[in-house]
């Protein structure tokens, strides 16, 4: 079992009925599935909003595409097997699609955290089950003693954050010695990256309440789509990627499914664009030099491709 503390005082926790208690009487109540540690309306709202709307729409379980499970073991490089017994922590879970990954393949405990109220979708994909433990936390407050967990994830999270090298940092200290800690993000190559319909227009979407951006994309998502193919058919996709608002259909979302389902994937990942409070994309070498900086050894970073979508990973093992 991991040691729980109370992230503000770093003092044990113990778990009563309603929740959480430390010695002074500080309890974090059990609401929906999760211990909740934060409020909801902190800057990752955004996600809260879209996960609890869209979450079943990257759940290998209902989607029947594995697109979950090939890119979990395509980037951790984990056996199944060994990971049985062992203490995993997963920062940043969404609705859960990662969660039910480690609970359907392998026989390890799971610690998995998120900073907004999509722990409650999380909880109704993957809950309740004897293995799995929600917390709603800041990466930089984890409520968890230093040095406990087999191994740590972070996917699709780090460029969401304030802090890019001190949620690095809040991963590692997690670890074990010895312990892997592996994490993703979106990769920068140069000034270009940012010539982007995406980084062009945040500015102004990430301001709009979810509600109205919500609104606005699933409007127009039809004529966008259209405009995208139309773009891709002439041989302009990257000129469509870069600077129509609309997700990389053909770059990131899966071949051979329905139009509907298209339409889903399009409108959720088009409203991840637009949304988060923050979007800094990293350099592999700079998330490198962060993980040997803050105690990680055999560290290797890279770019691993699978079913078409494209993840700059960095890990490494605790010294």
Known sequence: ???????????????????????????????????????D??????????????????????????????????????????????????????AGRFTQIVLDYTKANLYSVDYSNAVEANFINNGPNTRLYLFQASIYDLPFGPEGFDKVFCFGVLQHTPNVEASVKALINMAKKGA??????????????????????????????????????NHNADRLIKLYRF???????????????????DGTLPKNISKETLREMVVLDTFDMFSPEYDQPQKIETVVAWFKKHGMTDVWGGIIYEDGFRSAVVKGRKR
């Open 1 to 39: 079992m991991i040691k729980l503390v109370n992230p503000f005082n770093k003092k044990p926790l113990q778990i009563i009925e309603s929740g959480l208690v430390d010695e002074d009487g500080n309890i974090f109540p059990s609401l929906k599935g999760a211990y909740r540690f934060v409020e």
């Open 41 to 94: 309306g902190n800057y990752a709202g955004n996600f809260g909003y879209q996960w609890n709307k869209f979450a079943t729409t990257q759940l290998d379980r209902t989607t029947n595409m594995k697109l979950s499970e090939r890119r979990f073991f395509a980037q951790t490089g984990w056996n199944k097997e060994n990971l049985a017994g062992q203490n995993i922590l997963e920062v940043g879970s969404g």
């Open 180 to 217: 892997e800690v592996i994490v993703d993000f979106y990769p920068i190559n140069g000034w270009w990256t940012k010539m982007h319909a995406k980084y062009l227009l945040r500015p102004f979407t990430k301001k709009m309440s979810h509600e109205v951006l919500f609104r606005k994309i």
């Open 231 to 249: 773009f891709a058919s002439i041989g302009l996709r990257k000129i469509a990627t870069r600077f129509i608002p609309v997700c990389d259909i």
